[in-house]
C-alpha cells in the first residue's frame, strides 16, 4: 500500500471546473457555481447529476460522495428561506447536515469546448462540429468552437423516420422517447443538437442549413410555424436524456484531474413517466376518425413532397416509427 495522497477540496474541484466552465461564460439570468459547501472541505467522490431533487441526493448520500456537481441551478431564483419547510430548504438541509457541497455548472458548460451538446453530439457520432449558436463577438465566451449547440454530420444518411429511431436508441431511455416533426422521409445528412430547451434556436438551425434539429421541449406553435416555412425537420427529445451524456464528460475530467471517484447518476428524472400511444399505432388520425384502413395496419410513411407534389411513398419502407420508446435500450 503506497501513502494515500491528500485528497483534492472544494476549492480544487471547483478551481477545475470553472477552468473548463468559466462562471463569466454563463447567461446573464443563469446562476452557476458553487451553491454549498466549504471550500477547505476534503472531496474523494463526486455525484454527477443532471437535477439536484430528493432522489438524486439520496442516491448522492448512499453513494458517499463529499460534492454533487449538478447541470440545472437548484436556486435560481432569489429566495428568502431555506427552510426545511420548503422543497428546496429541505435538499440544502440534507447536504449540509452530510457536509455534501455542490456546485452548479449550466450554461457555462452549455456553450463550453468540450460542453454539454459535445457529449450529446458524441452520441449520434457526428463528426466535423461546429456550434449552432455561437456567443455574439465580444462576449465573455466568445471564442473559436464555443457556443450553444452543436451541428455536425451523420455516419450515414437517414431517413427521418431512421434517425428518429437512432436517436430513441442512442440517448438514455425515457417514457418520453423522441418523436420527429416533418416528413418522415426526408434525408437527413447533417444534424444540428442542442442539450436542453432548445425552442430559441429554431431559427439558427434553419439559418446554418442543417437537415434536422435535435433539442428537448419543444412546443405546438413554434414547431409548426418553423416547419411551415421550411426549417429542418425536428426532433425533440426528453430534457434530461439530451443532457444525461455530458455527465460521463465531466466526470471523466474530474478524475483525470483530481483523480476523485466518480459516480453518475443515470436517475432519469425527466418529469415524465408515462407515455402512450393511441390503440394501432401511428400516425394517429388528426381530425373525426374517418379513415377506413383496419386498425392494425401499417401506414406507410407516405406524405406530401414538399412543393405540394403528389404524395410520394418514403424510400426507406418504413415500419411505423418507434412513437412509444418505453423498452430499455442498450
Ligand atoms: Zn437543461
Known sequence: MSTTPTPPTVADVVATLHRRYPPAWAEDWDRVGLVLGEPTAEVRRVA???DVVPETVAEALAAGADMIVAHHPLLLRGVSSVAATTYKGRIVHQLIKADVALLVAHTNADVADPGVSDALAARFGLTGLRPLHPPAPGAPAAGAGRGIGRIGVLPRPMTLAELTRYAAAVLPATAWGVRAAGDPARTVRTLAVSG???????????????DAYLTADLRHHPAGEHLAADGPALLDAAHWATERPWLDDLAALLRAELGVETMVSDLNTDPWTVHATAPGGFPAPAGPATTTAPATTTVPATTLAPGGAAPVPAADPDPAPAADDKEPRP
Open 196 to 210: 436542453g430547451s432548445g425552442d430559441a434556436f429554431l431559427g439558427a438551425a434553419t439559418a446554418a442549413g442543417v
Open 48 to 50: 454527477c447529476v443532471v
